[in-house]
């Protein structure tokens, strides 16, 4: 079973920085079947990042994604008031796995 | 515009059942996989079962494996969660999510409202 692992669990930053999350899979998985969604208090995930690196509609392009093998990054160039959320990957492949998620909170 | 309206939820006593709904619009329903994923208070989000678009194949997560059954309705457009023997680690809030494509593998790109299970005596 794949385990996804993200860090940090809580990224303090001011309106306007830059913000990078990290998620690590226990073994190397295909690009192609790793998403990113954002949560925000009281609502349902929202699909930001598909197959690493693709926005899904309406998905600023503050909102990046990279990475391949074990290692994945979603980077939000500057942060805008309405980014500070939870931030979940995930594997869609067999495992169907999220990571536990980042928030990301004012500092 | 896509919508998934999600009904069912509520309390239940352990060992007890419930079904969960969740009432789509706005696509095409029966070309899509579908799926559960669910959140206990607090928590990070769990896949718990996917559907492909015809329903001819279903998947679980081993702590639900055969206990939920996942279902759809493709001519009322309606997926459904029968959930049987629930166990207190049950409780979460239960999202309904539709899949990029029809099967394996799909991410979700629109999801209900959520609909909060308890299990409690």
């Known amino acids: 079973e794949i385990v996804l692992t993200q860090s940090p669990g809580t990224l303090s930053l001011s309106p306007g920085e830059r913000a990078t999350l990290s998620c690590r899979a226990s073994?190397?998985?295909?690009?192609?079947?790793l998403a990113w969604y954002q949560q925000k208090p009281g609502q349902a995930p929202r699909l930001l990042i598909y197959?690493?690196?693709s926005r899904a509609t309406g998905v600023p392009d503050r909102f990046s994604g990279s990475g391949s093998g074990t290692d994945f990054t979603l980077t939000i160039s500057r942060l805008e008031p309405e980014d500070f959320a939870v931030y979940y990957c995930?594997?869609?492949?067999?495992?169907?796995?999220f990571g536990q998620g980042t928030k990301v909170e004012i500092k | 515009e896509v919508q998934l309206v999600q009904s069912g939820g509520g309390l239940v006593q352990p060992g007890g059942s419930l079904r969960l709904s969740c009432a789509t619009s706005?696509?095409?329903?029966?070309?899509?996989?579908m799926s559960w994923v669910r959140q206990a208070p607090g928590k990070g989000l769990e896949w718990v079962s996917g559907?492909?678009?015809?329903?001819?194949?279903?998947y679980y997560a081993d702590s639900v494996k055969g206990r939920f059954t996942i279902s759809r309705d493709n001519s009322n457009n309606t997926l459904y969660l029968q959930m049987y023997s629930l166990r207190a680690e049950d409780t979460a809030l239960y999202y309904c999510?539709?899949?990029?494509?029809?099967?394996?593998?799909?991410?979700?790109?629109?999801w209900g409202q959520g609909t909060l299970v308890t299990v409690s005596s």
């Open positions: 999510a539709k899949g990029s494509g029809g099967g394996r593998p799909y991410y979700l790109d629109h």
């Open positions: 706005g696509f095409a329903f029966s070309f899509y996989a």
């Open positions: 559907i492909t678009n015809g329903g001819g194949s279903t």
């Open positions: 073994q190397s998985v295909s690009g192609k079947y």
């Open positions: 197959g690493t690196s």
């Open positions: 995930h594997h869609y492949d067999s495992s169907r796995t």
